[in-house]
């Protein structure tokens, strides 16, 4: 079982749609993490969170939205996405060190339209 | 600058046959090391990690892993592969010096295929 959870499990959505992906965990991490994954890719880095604040953006387009609510929560709000943002969108989370691994939740499945 | 290679695409291996996945990296520093494990449809799951001490690592599901420094590898290795085992491996370091400390860098990954 998965300590970082993340909703929903699958998304579809239209290019003109606003949605949103939630992720939480209860683990007392303070450091949350986005990452993008393509079929048979690695995942790649989108942001960071540390401490609740934006740590690194790696030059994401603006129609990725972050936010942190809490040191429990991450959300990513989308809009106006295009056909090459389908992926498996993948959260996680670790001690703010940099010895601590990283535990991952399952994602969501994303399918623009 | 910092890279991970994973020679190997894809591997397929018998049940009950030993397994050896590949990973070589390049960093000026001592790195941290991570194993991590995707089942289809799933997120990733840390097999191990490597800091420092004792360079044969043991993990989760029989999984071991050692860490040559001489030759930048930290291959990991089963004795007995069972058919659940079948997925894709990644392998990573960190932290990411001269940039973004947070920041994994991932191996291209090899996907596991395991024949009954």
């Known amino acids: 079982d998965t300590e970082v959870t993340q909703t929903p499990k699958h998304l579809v959505m239209g290019m003109t749609n606003k949605k949103s992906l939630k992720c939480e965990q209860h683990m007392g991490h303070r450091a949350m993490y986005w990452y993008k994954q393509k079929a048979k890719k690695p995942p790649e880095l989108m942001f960071v969170?540390?401490?609740?604040?934006?740590?690194i953006n790696e030059s994401v387009p603006s129609r990725f939205s972050p936010e942190c609510p809490n040191s429990s929560l991450l959300n990513l709000h989308l809009h106006a996405l295009q056909p090459e943002d389908s992926a498996l969108y993948l959260c996680?989370?670790?001690?703010?060190?940099?010895?601590?691994?990283?535990?991952f939740g399952d994602g969501t499945r994303l399918s623009i339209l | 600058a910092q890279s991970v290679t994973q020679p190997d695409i894809h591997i397929t291996v018998s049940e009950g046959a030993s397994l050896e996945l590949r990973c070589n990296y390049s960093?000026?520093?001592?790195?941290?090391l991570f194993w991590y494990v995707q089942s289809p449809g799933q997120g990733l799951q840390l097999l191990l990690k490597y800091f420092s001490g004792d360079t044969l690592v043991q993990g989760i599901k029989g999984f071991e892993a050692e860490f040559k420094r001489s030759q930048s590898s930290f291959n990991l290795r089963k004795p007995s592969v069972h058919w659940s085992d079948a997925a894709e491996y990644f392998c990573a370091v960190g932290p990411n010096y001269g940039g973004a400390t947070n920041k994994l860098i991932f191996g291209t990954g090899t996907l596991l295929a395991v024949q009954p």
């Open positions: 960093y000026g520093a001592t790195p941290y």
């Open positions: 996680a989370s670790s001690q703010e060190a940099v010895d601590q691994p990283q535990h």
């Open positions: 969170y540390s401490y609740e604040k934006l740590s």
